[in-house]
């Protein structure tokens, strides 16, 4: 069992999270957000028994995880190109009974088609979950806020994302009773890791991940996947542990923040979509009234987005290659939007680490004319 004082910081912390969602049944705090969605999985599983959750190939290798961990099956759906999001249509595709729940990742801050998902899950017993950790506080289109929708809501906060701090939570918007069993499951996480055991481990899983992919680009045949699943078992306890702390002033000045945060994040993604006009180079659409993690854009080839990766990291300005494609880390084999995504895409900072003179330069560096 957890000790009091995990148990008391992490209640100061549901009562902080369940303030914000006074419609929601409540909220739970976690270590973080993929082992929140272990303990959902968990809690899914001993339930309704052992099964499968669909996931978008271009999210997070942790939420495969926590699928794994749990004993359920990952199953990886492609993305829309132009969503980036989980794909209906490879979603419907995957459909069955043995599948226990759906991930819908707002990967960057793109929006999935939240109804079109739920319209397609109807009556299937499947819980439905959106994750957040891209877009907290972001409204769609028709301007309805993001997390509302379906059956829970993923929240993540570390110091590289919107909300910053360090955890996760999970907002249940129905379902009492999934409410209980998740909150059950959590009472039985193992002690929180020591913190240089877990930074460690959190930089071993990245280069982990990185390496491997970055194998794949030196040699396209590798298969990563069977090395990938040998290894992922260390990463257990970094996954299932509880907490230790939440720094609850940092998270609320984060969310009190959200509206003016979002706005800016939104401001600088703009300049960046305004900017760009290289032939071929396109950025994801994001709405007005959401936020942007960062800025993603999608080029013609691999080799063009690692060139302009290299030009942008040789000006000194921040640029990444990810999400790489989910199937491939597991399975060996991507499904083929998610390879071009996975393979083509760069992401650029829109946060206040950078100035917009650096937005203005990476602009500048990407319509570039080709050597």
Request: aromatic letters at 8%; charged letters at 20%; proline letters at 6%.
């Given at each position: 069992?957890?000790?009091s004082?995990?148990?008391?910081k992490?209640?100061?912390?549901?009562?902080?999270?369940?303030?914000?969602?006074?419609?929601s049944?409540?909220a739970?705090?976690?270590?973080r957000?993929?082992t929140?969605?272990?303990a959902?999985?968990?809690?899914?599983?001993?339930?309704?028994?052992?099964?499968?959750?669909?996931?978008?190939?271009?999210?997070?290798e942790?939420?495969?995880?926590?699928?794994?961990f749990?004993?359920?099956?990952?199953?990886i759906?492609?993305?829309?190109?132009?969503?980036?999001c989980i794909?209906?249509?490879?979603l419907a595709a995957?459909?069955?009974?043995?599948v226990?729940?759906?991930i819908?990742?707002?990967?960057f801050g793109?929006?999935?088609?939240?109804?079109?998902?739920?319209?397609?899950?109807?009556d299937?017993?499947?819980?439905l979950?959106?994750?957040?950790?891209?877009?907290?506080?972001?409204?769609d289109?028709?301007?309805?806020r993001?997390?509302?929708?379906?059956?829970?809501?993923?929240?993540?906060?570390?110091?590289?994302?919107?909300?910053?701090?360090?955890?996760?939570?999970?907002?249940?918007n129905?379902?009492?009773?999934?409410?209980?069993?998740?909150?059950?499951?959590?009472?039985?996480l193992?002690a929180?890791?020591?913190a240089?055991?877990?930074?460690?481990?959190?930089l071993?899983?990245?280069?982990?991940?990185?390496?491997?992919?970055?194998?794949?680009?030196?040699?396209p045949?590798a298969?990563?996947?069977?090395?990938?699943?040998?290894?992922?078992?260390?990463?257990?306890p970094l996954?299932?542990?509880?907490?230790?702390?939440?720094?609850?002033?940092?998270?609320?000045?984060?969310f009190?923040?959200?509206?003016e945060?979002?706005?800016?994040r939104?401001?600088?993604?703009q300049?960046?979509?305004?900017?760009?006009?290289?032939?071929?180079?396109?950025?994801a659409?994001?709405?007005?009234m959401?936020t942007?993690?960062?800025?993603p854009v999608?080029?013609?080839?691999?080799?063009?987005?690692k060139?302009?990766?290299?030009?942008?990291?040789?000006a000194?300005i921040?640029?990444?290659?990810?999400?790489?494609p989910?199937?491939?880390?597991?399975?060996?084999s991507?499904a083929?939007?998610?390879?071009?995504?996975?393979?083509?895409i760069?992401?650029?900072?829109?946060?206040?680490?950078?100035?917009q003179?650096?937005?203005?330069?990476?602009?500048?560096?990407?319509?570039?004319?080709s050597?």
């Amino acid at each position: 069992m957890p000790s009091s004082h995990f148990t008391s910081k992490t209640n100061e912390m549901d009562a902080f999270l369940t303030e914000q969602f006074p419609l929601s049944v409540g909220a739970l705090a976690f270590s973080r957000g993929s082992t929140a969605l272990y303990a959902l999985f968990s809690a899914l599983r001993a339930s309704r028994g052992q099964g499968e959750v669909i996931i978008p190939g271009i999210c997070c290798e942790t939420v495969a995880m926590a699928a794994l961990f749990a004993g359920m099956r990952p199953v990886i759906a492609d993305v829309d190109p132009a969503t980036l999001c989980i794909d209906p249509k490879a979603l419907a595709a995957a459909l069955s009974s043995d599948v226990r729940a759906v991930i819908v990742v707002h990967v960057f801050g793109c929006i999935a088609p939240v109804d079109v998902i739920a319209s397609l899950c109807k009556d299937k017993d499947i819980v439905l979950i959106e994750d957040l950790a891209h877009a907290p506080g972001a409204c769609d289109f028709s301007g309805r806020r993001l997390g509302d929708a379906l059956d829970c809501a993923l929240y993540s906060f570390s110091e590289g994302k919107v909300i910053k701090g360090k955890g996760g939570g999970l907002v249940f918007n129905r379902n009492q009773a999934l409410f209980e069993q998740v909150r059950a499951v959590r009472a039985e996480l193992p002690a929180p890791l020591p913190a240089e055991t877990y930074a460690l481990l959190e930089l071993s899983l990245r280069n982990l991940t990185h390496g491997l992919h970055d194998l794949v680009r030196v040699n396209p045949d590798a298969r990563i996947g069977h090395a990938f699943l040998e290894a992922a078992g260390g990463y257990l306890p970094l996954i299932a542990c509880g907490a230790s702390d939440f720094p609850l002033v940092q998270i609320s000045d984060s969310f009190r923040r959200l509206p003016e945060s979002n706005q800016e994040r939104i401001r600088r993604y703009q300049i960046y979509k305004d900017g760009i006009r290289r032939q071929g180079a396109r950025v994801a659409n994001i709405p007005p009234m959401g936020t942007c993690w960062r800025c993603p854009v999608l080029f013609d080839s691999p080799e063009e987005a690692k060139a302009i990766t290299r030009a942008l990291r040789d000006a000194g300005i921040h640029a990444s290659n990810h999400y790489f494609p989910l199937d491939r880390l597991l399975f060996d084999s991507a499904a083929p939007i998610n390879h071009l995504v996975g393979e083509t895409i760069v992401n650029l900072w829109v946060d206040d680490s950078i100035p917009q003179s650096m937005i203005e330069r990476a602009i500048e560096v990407i319509n570039r004319r080709s050597d």
